[in-house]
């Protein structure tokens, strides 16, 4: 397993000129979205499509299908992917350590147990239309309460081992509360909820893009605005304040961005494993840098570039059954961290 994993590692494309690498995973990005827009239980030809999009009222039918449930799922898988990405990297170098992300940490989990709070009691009675600003704003509250926990103890143990364990255990605390609300939630609420705990971008509207894009798009671009910043603090706290940067504010904007793109992606789309973590080391690996200015970019490209590929999978490997979007995620996601650490040898 692990010279397969390897091996993937090291075939993944290198690209030292990254306006190189960015044109060839945006073009690749964008066969993707066509793909997914044309491909499903109902077949579309290049033309039904682009005459569904040029002119939706003369293909009825494929305009319904496109415009209600094939484009909003492609720009969410795009849109999910590079904030899910852009968080795991934020987060390596906020802690300085290549085996964190946001599912591993718990910050997923912290979301979840929020967003389940929102979803299995009646504490949404009454706003029903402010459901996704309301799942947005508790899945960001559970995100950052339990990054908070996690970067007190990172501020007292140095071990890679401890901080893992660490948010293997919020992840644990958090799933124990999940579950107790589930047991004693009403039968109609749980089977939403358990759809949504699968982690899936179908079912999108365009009100929940709408913050997606809105929210996650302002706040990667205050994330690439911190690359110089982040670029020094991978050379350690000192370093950075001497070169002007304020380290504690600095350090909340980078827990504050990491957990609000997490939970933004988790409150709308699920619990999706694997891409916080994988993705900023395969970006790593395709523009051979730990340029930060060039990291995030390439993060978010990549980022939606596997999503966007998982979430085909995901739809068409059984179809008509649906697989569960995190268990097509862990299928690349895993060999690709395992090859990394191989190749590294991390020792954790």
């Given at each position: 397993?692990s010279?397969?994993a390897?091996t993937?590692?090291?075939?993944?494309p290198?690209?030292?000129?990254?306006?190189?690498?960015?044109?060839?995973?945006?073009?690749?990005?964008?066969?993707?979205?066509?793909?997914?827009?044309?491909?499903g239980?109902?077949?579309?030809?290049?033309?039904?499509?682009?005459?569904?999009?040029?002119?939706?009222?003369?293909?009825?039918?494929?305009?319904?299908?496109?415009?209600?449930?094939?484009?909003?799922?492609?720009?969410?898988?795009?849109?999910?992917?590079?904030?899910?990405?852009?968080?795991?990297?934020?987060?390596?170098?906020?802690?300085?350590?290549?085996?964190?992300?946001p599912?591993?940490?718990?910050?997923?989990?912290?979301?979840?147990?929020?967003?389940?709070?929102?979803?299995?009691?009646t504490?949404?009675?009454?706003?029903?239309s402010?459901?996704?600003?309301l799942?947005?704003?508790?899945?960001?509250?559970?995100?950052?309460?339990?990054?908070?926990?996690?970067?007190?103890?990172?501020?007292?143990?140095?071990?890679?081992?401890?901080?893992?364990?660490v948010?293997?255990?919020?992840?644990?605390?958090?799933?124990?509360?999940?579950?107790?609300?589930?047991?004693?939630?009403?039968?109609e609420k749980?089977?939403?909820?358990?759809?949504?705990?699968?982690?899936s971008f179908?079912?999108?509207?365009?009100?929940?893009?709408?913050?997606?894009?809105?929210?996650?798009?302002?706040?990667?671009?205050?994330?690439?605005?911190?690359?110089?910043?982040?670029?020094?603090?991978?050379?350690g706290?000192n370093?950075?304040?001497?070169?002007?940067?304020?380290?504690?504010?600095?350090?909340v904007?980078?827990?504050?961005c990491?957990?609000?793109?997490?939970?933004?992606?988790?409150?709308?789309?699920?619990?999706?494993?694997?891409?916080?973590?994988?993705?900023?080391?395969?970006?790593?690996?395709?523009?051979?840098?730990?340029?930060?200015?060039?990291?995030?970019?390439?993060?978010?490209?990549?980022?939606?570039?596997?999503?966007?590929?998982?979430?085909?999978?995901?739809?068409?490997?059984?179809?008509?059954?649906?697989?569960?979007?995190?268990?097509?995620?862990?299928?690349?996601?895993?060999?690709?961290?395992?090859?990394?650490?191989?190749?590294?040898?991390?020792?954790?």
């Amino acid at each position: 397993m692990s010279e397969s994993a390897h091996t993937l590692a090291l075939a993944l494309p290198s690209f030292r000129r990254p306006m190189a690498g960015f044109s060839a995973l945006a073009v690749l990005t964008v066969v993707l979205v066509v793909a997914n827009v044309g491909i499903g239980s109902v077949p579309l030809s290049p033309s039904q499509v682009w005459q569904a999009v040029s002119d939706p009222k003369a293909a009825a039918t494929a305009g319904e299908i496109l415009w209600k449930i094939r484009i909003p799922r492609a720009v969410a898988a795009v849109l999910g992917g590079a904030s899910l990405a852009v968080s795991g990297l934020l987060l390596q170098v906020y802690f300085r350590n290549p085996i964190v992300g946001p599912f591993v940490l718990g910050i997923s989990s912290g979301a979840t147990v929020m967003v389940s709070l929102v979803m299995l009691t009646t504490l949404a009675v009454g706003m029903a239309s402010l459901m996704p600003y309301l799942s947005t704003l508790a899945a960001f509250a559970g995100a950052y309460g339990v990054t908070l926990i996690v970067a007190a103890v990172a501020s007292r143990v140095k071990s890679g081992v401890t901080l893992l364990i660490v948010g293997l255990m919020m992840g644990y605390l958090c799933g124990a509360v999940t579950a107790v609300l589930t047991a004693l939630a009403e039968k109609e609420k749980i089977k939403g909820f358990v759809l949504w705990q699968l982690g899936s971008f179908s079912g999108f509207k365009w009100s929940e893009i709408g913050v997606l894009a809105v929210c996650g798009g302002l706040i990667l671009v205050g994330v690439y605005l911190l690359s110089k910043p982040l670029n020094a603090f991978l050379l350690g706290e000192n370093y950075a304040a001497s070169m002007g940067v304020p380290i504690r504010r600095f350090r909340v904007l980078v827990l504050l961005c990491a957990c609000a793109l997490a939970g933004l992606v988790t409150s709308v789309a699920g619990p999706v494993a694997f891409i916080g973590l994988a993705v900023p080391h395969m970006a790593r690996l395709i523009f051979q840098t730990s340029d930060n200015r060039i990291l995030i970019p390439g993060s978010c490209l990549v980022g939606a570039l596997v999503t966007s590929l998982c979430d085909l999978i995901a739809r068409m490997a059984l179809s008509p059954v649906e697989l569960p979007l995190s268990a097509v995620t862990a299928f690349f996601g895993a060999p690709v961290v395992i090859g990394f650490l191989c190749k590294r040898r991390v020792e954790m």
